[in-house]
C-alpha cells in the first residue's frame, strides 16, 4: 500500500514538473526581462543619486505595469495564433467535406514528394483519407505547416506575470528592506550582487531552452543586464548633472 502510495506521489511530481517544463520558455524569458528591466531602473535612479523611496516607487512601477504589458502581450499573441489555428482548421474541414477528390490529390502530391509511388502512394492515402480527423490533421501540418498548440494561452501569461514579478523584484529587496530597517552597506551594491546571482540563475535556466553551454547562457545573460545597467546609470548620472 505504501509503495503504491509512493509511486502515486511520484507520478504527480513528475506530471507538474513536465508541465512546469511546457511553460519554462515563458519563465525565463518573463524572468529576464523582470529582471533586467527592474535593474536598469534601480541603476538609473542610483546614477541620479535618488533616495530609496523614490527607487521603490520607480521600481514597483516599472514592475507591476511592465510585467502586467508583458503577461497581456504574451497572452494575446498565443491567443491569436491559436485563433488563427482554428480559422484555417475549419477551412480543412470544409474542403474535405466538399471537396474531397482535390483534397486527396493534394495529399497523394505532399507524399509523392516524400518519396512514396505507387501502390504504397495509394495506400498511404487511403490510410489517411480514411479519417476526416486524421486527414484535416495531416493537412494541417504538411500543407499549412501549421501546429496546433496546447498550452492555455491564459497560463502562458500568468507564467509571464509571475516570473517577471518574482525576478525583476529581487534589485528592489535591499531598497524594500532599508526602508524599514535602514542598513549602512551601501544599497546599489548590494543590489547589483543580488541581481548579477539572478542574471546567472535565468541565464542557467534559458541553457535548458536553448540547449547551449552553461556558463555561455549564464554569462551571456549577466553581460546583457550589466550593459543595460551602465547605460541606465550613465543616463542617469548625466541627467541629474544636467539638471
Known sequence: ????????????????????????????????????????????????????????????????????????????????????????????????????EKEKEEIREIYRGKGFEGELLEQVVATITADKDRWVDVMMKEELEMMEESRSPLAMGAVTFLSFITVGLIPLLVYVYDYFSPISYDLFSVSSIMTGIAFLFVGWMKTFITQTSKWKGML????????????????????????
Open 1 to 100: 500500500m505504501a509503495k503504491h502510495h509512493e509511486h502515486k506521489l511520484h507520478e504527480q511530481d513528475k506530471g507538474f514538473l513536465t508541465k512546469f517544463s511546457d511553460y519554462l520558455g515563458e519563465f525565463v524569458y518573463g524572468g529576464i526581462d523582470g529582471s533586467v528591466t527592474t535593474f536598469a531602473v534601480v541603476a538609473g535612479a542610483a546614477g541620479a543619486g535618488l533616495n530609496s523611496t523614490v527607487v521603490i516607487i520607480l521600481g514597483f512601477a516599472n514592475l507591476l505595469a511592465d510585467g502586467f504589458a508583458m503577461a497581456v502581450g504574451a497572452y494575446l499573441s498565443k491567443q491569436t495564433e491559436q485563433q488563427n489555428y482554428d480559422k484555417h482548421k475549419k477551412v480543412e474541414y470544409w474542403e474535405v467535406e466538399h471537396l474531397p
Open 220 to 243: 551571456e545573460t549577466l553581460a546583457l543586464g550589466a550593459a543595460a545597467a551602465i547605460v541606465s546609470y550613465a543616463v542617469g548620472n548625466w541627467l541629474e548633472k544636467l539638471f
